[in-house]
């Protein structure tokens, strides 16, 4: 059977169960759950001491209404390092190489900022759409040309990222054959 050079990015499967599934569901089992005691053991303890200071750094650069997307950037933190991390064991897939996955975080993720944006400051929001100073005759043409350009954004930079994400197994592919 032949193989193409793009087919080690299809997304495995056995027995028709996509192993996508099992790769994402994975990480979380290794996480301590909570207890009810007083004191933790030294593995919660710590996994505490590195949220706390790891949270910390990330809101660092933040005014105070910018915290509370303190949960969030966290989560999302926290499991694509556990998915990238599992990548590194061998005979293991990386979710994070799928364009799906990828599409699946930056659509929501930039819906939401554009939601906010337009809730929260509609004026600032609405003055991306075009340059000051662009003469009258443009002005209809430009904010169609952002508009989609906006649009766009989103669907790019999930591709790119797949896309350097992927570069180095198949250029190594290439080299190998």
């Known amino acids: 059977m032949a193989l193409g050079f793009f087919d080690q990015f299809l997304s495995p499967t056995h027995l028709g169960i996509p192993l996508i599934l099992i790769a994402m569901v994975f990480p979380w089992i290794l996480y301590p759950s909570p207890s009810n005691r007083w004191l933790n053991n030294r593995l919660v303890t710590l996994q505490g001491q590195f949220f706390n200071r790891f949270t910390q750094q990330l809101l660092l650069p933040l005014n105070q209404g910018g915290h509370k997307w303190a949960l969030i950037l ?21 979710p994070t190489t799928q364009l799906s996955l990828n599409m699946g975080f930056a659509v929501p993720f930039w819906l939401a900022t554009v939601i906010i944006g337009m809730r929260n400051q509609p004026t600032a929001a609405l003055g991306h759409l075009l340059p000051e100073g662009t003469p009258v005759l443009l002005i209809p043409v430009l904010i169609i040309i952002e508009t989609i350009s906006f649009v766009i954004r989103p669907i790019a930079l999930g591709v790119r990222l797949t896309a350097n994400l992927t570069a180095g197994h198949l250029l190594i592919q290439l080299i190998a054959t």
């Not at 966290?74 to 064991?89: A, D, E, I």
């Open 74 to 94: 966290m989560s999302l933190m926290v499991f694509l390092l556990s998915m990238n991390m599992l990548g590194l064991l061998p005979y293991t897939f990386t």
